[in-house]
């Protein structure tokens, strides 16, 4: 079973809508991440967690929220969708030592009309 | 402000040719360093990483990267492509606030 997985795959949505994406990880790590992927730009931090208290705004936080409800788990929300959110999700997880590792999920495309 | 910068957006070269892919970072103080890559369809693997110490590093698959401070630069080097290396590859860099920064990423496509 993969380490680090993300519901749903894939999601086709429309403007106004609210979206959740969840994200598991077994890996026991402490530390969770949200990010975005757009061509061109790579991919760029939403929130990230360093524990279940912990919640820390990235680099484009704004339209999103996080819930963090268990070590293993983190949930990206779009509280009303907009086509400019169109993009591939990922999840990473790493430890609790400064830069360690991270380890990506397999990504959740979202296409929000 | 904290960047990773990589100049290339894609590459071709031929299978069996030696590969260099280009890394550069921004601010002051030196980030942690990171070498990733994305096969279609599939997340990020990790391929290296530097944090301190002997400036090459060697990572799987058979890559290496070198850090050059007076340059402020993390190449990502293979002496020999294979086909199977055709992916994105991405530099990233994680500053003191705990923010991992990406580049924009290099597609590497391998000619038979």
């Known amino acids: 079973d993969a380490d680090v997985t993300q519901t749903p795959r894939n999601r086709i949505t429309k403007t106004g809508k609210r979206i959740m994406l969840e994200c598991s990880q077994t890996k026991g790590h402490d530390r969770m991440y949200w990010y975005r992927q757009d061509p061109g730009l790579g991919l760029r931090l939403i929130y990230y967690?360093?524990?279940?208290?912990?919640?820390n705004k990235g680099e484009i936080s704004d339209g999103y929220s996080v819930s963090r409800q268990a070590q293993a788990k983190f949930s990206l929300s779009l509280e009303s969708a907009i086509p400019n959110q169109t993009a591939l999700y990922f999840c990473?997880?790493?430890?609790?030592?400064?830069?360690?590792?991270?380890?990506f999920g397999p990504g959740t495309r979202l296409t929000v009309l | 402000a904290q960047s990773v910068t990589q100049p290339d957006i894609h590459i071709t070269v031929s299978e069996g040719a030696s590969l260099e892919l280009r890394c550069n970072y921004s601010y002051g103080a030196t980030p942690y360093l990171f070498w990733y890559v994305q096969s279609p369809g599939q997340g990020l693997q990790l391929l290296l990483k530097?944090?301190?110490?002997?400036?090459l590093v060697q990572g799987i698959k058979g890559f290496e990267a070198e850090f050059k401070r007076s340059q402020s630069s993390f190449n990502l080097r293979k002496p020999s492509v294979h086909w199977s290396d055709a992916a994105e590859y991405f530099c990233?860099?994680?500053?003191?606030?705990?923010?991992?920064?990406f580049g924009a990423g290099t597609r590497l496509t391998v000619k038979p």
């Open positions: 990233a860099g994680i500053y003191n606030n705990n923010d991992m920064r």
């Open positions: 990473a997880t790493s430890d609790a030592q400064l830069a360690d590792t991270q380890y």
């Open positions: 530097y944090f301190s110490g002997d400036t």
């Open positions: 967690s360093f524990d279940v208290k912990d919640i």
